[in-house]
T-cell receptor, first 110, second 115 residues
């Protein structure tokens, strides 16, 4: 199946700092989503972004499908941004099945 | 709209028993998927249902099964539980298999512990 690699695996930031999380994938995708997993385990949908750029408040994401990567930007980070961020992709050859990266664990310190 | 509802939230079972988990999707969503999350293997796809039909299946043994009802609610069952089945089980729903402007929405999960 498709390989999904996220970097960095761990990130420690001071509150107010900016960060960029990366997701590389090894094949063409039909769907790409970024999720934030809260301390209770729920995956919160941040962006549905198979291509292009989207922004939502302090968060934005860019997917360059032709080069097989996506970036998640977090600006002016807050302690509530802490948690694990996952990238998940769905390929054109295997609908309705997400392949997840291993996640980036973010710790924002006050 | 109410979100994706999974019950129960926590469950403790004994090795060899069986367990049934439930997932109620967002109203109007007909696609329901199940995922297993463990520290060692990460998030892995179990299966996906649409209009009561299983459309895709992951690489799990036959002890893992699921079904979907006419109201789109879904259940998954694990028989003959093993210690390695301890995990967070997540359910996701989508309007039409995910390729919409909104993608998939996940529930809060059921944390299963097998002792």
């Amino acid at each position: 199946g498709i390989q999904v690699e996220q970097s960095p695996p761990d990130l420690i930031l001071q509150e107010g700092a900016n960060s960029t999380l990366r997701c590389n994938f090894s094949d063409s995708v039909n769907n790409l989503q970024w999720f934030h997993q809260n301390p209770w385990g729920q995956l919160i949908n941040l962006f549905y972004i198979p291509s292009g750029t989207k922004q939502n408040g302090r968060l934005s994401a860019t997917t360059v499908a032709t080069e097989r990567y996506s970036l998640l930007y977090i600006s002016s980070s807050q302690t509530t941004d802490s948690g694990v961020y996952f990238c998940a992709v769905e390929t054109k050859y295997n609908f309705n099945k997400f392949y997840f990266g291993s996640g980036t664990k973010l710790n924002v310190k006050p | 709209k109410a979100g994706v509802t999974q019950t129960p939230r926590y469950l403790i079972k004994t090795r060899g028993q069986q367990v049934t988990l439930s997932c109620s999707p967002i109203s109007g969503h007909r696609s329901v998927s199940w995922y297993q999350q463990t520290p060692g293997q990460g998030l892995q796809f179990l299966f996906e249902y649409f209009s009561e039909t299983q459309r895709n299946k992951g690489n799990f043994p036959g002890r893992f099964s699921g079904r979907q009802f006419s109201n789109s609610r879904s259940e998954m069952n694990v028989s003959t539980l093993e210690l390695g089945d301890s995990a967070l089980y997540l359910c996701a729903s989508a309007e039409e298999g995910g390729w919409t402007n909104y993608g998939y929405t996940f529930g809060s999960g059921t944390r299963l512990t097998v002792v």
